[in-house]
């Protein structure tokens, strides 16, 4: 019985980030997390980030120095953009916390799981051509060569980092369907 407990519990998996170390203590602490709570409160961290840039594009709008044509039109934009991505990392971090492997059979789990990462994948799909769209207009309507570079740097930038966060999603998500 009790070799059978220790199994199951050494089979039990979880993802290893930095700031875990791997003890027993971490582990009955509640500080280590699985790869469904990292990815909810992952997802939460992105929709409020995305809210708390809602009022960025107004700011923009009302420096008098950020002198482009059709500052008004690119200033809703990225509100909407900001808020629909809030929305979208919102409605994936509930059905994600949804999702309970206690009570669900596994199959519900593993579809859920499934359904969770195709649409994380679709709304990128969505929201990245938004993305360039508002970045080229800077990059266009710009007349001074060092806010151009500061774009273009920003940009390489900010491509790396949500590529170096989309890894991170797709491990998780990995991490939960390699159960399956």
């Known amino acids: 019985m ?44 992105f929709s409020n980030m995305a809210l708390v840039m809602i009022p960025w594009p107004i700011l923009m709008w009302a420096n008098p120095s950020f002198k482009i044509p059709y500052k008004g039109i690119i200033m809703i934009i990225g509100c909407i953009y900001f808020a629909i991505a809030s929305g979208m ?15 669900m059979p596994i199959v519900e789990v593993a579809r859920k799981t499934r359904l969770y990462r195709r649409r994380h994948l679709q709304f990128i799909a ?43 999603f797709l491990a998780d998500y990995r991490q939960l369907l390699q159960d399956d």
Do not use: E, H
């Open 2 to 45: 009790d070799n059978n407990i220790y199994d199951c519990w050494r089979d039990l998996r979880f993802r290893y980030t930095s700031d875990n170390t791997g003890n027993l203590n971490d582990i009955t602490d509640g500080r280590r997390r699985s790869s469904l709570q990292s990815l909810a409160q992952r997802y939460r961290r």
């Open 89 to 103: 990392d919102r409605w994936l971090y509930y059905g994600i916390k949804s999702i309970d492997c206690a009570k």
């Open 126 to 168: 969505m929201l990245l051509p938004i993305a360039g769209i508002i970045v080229g207009a800077f990059i266009y309507y710009s007349d001074n060569n060092y806010m151009t570079a500061g774009i273009i740097v920003g940009g390489i930038l900010g491509a790396a980092i949500g590529y170096r966060q989309l890894l991170a």
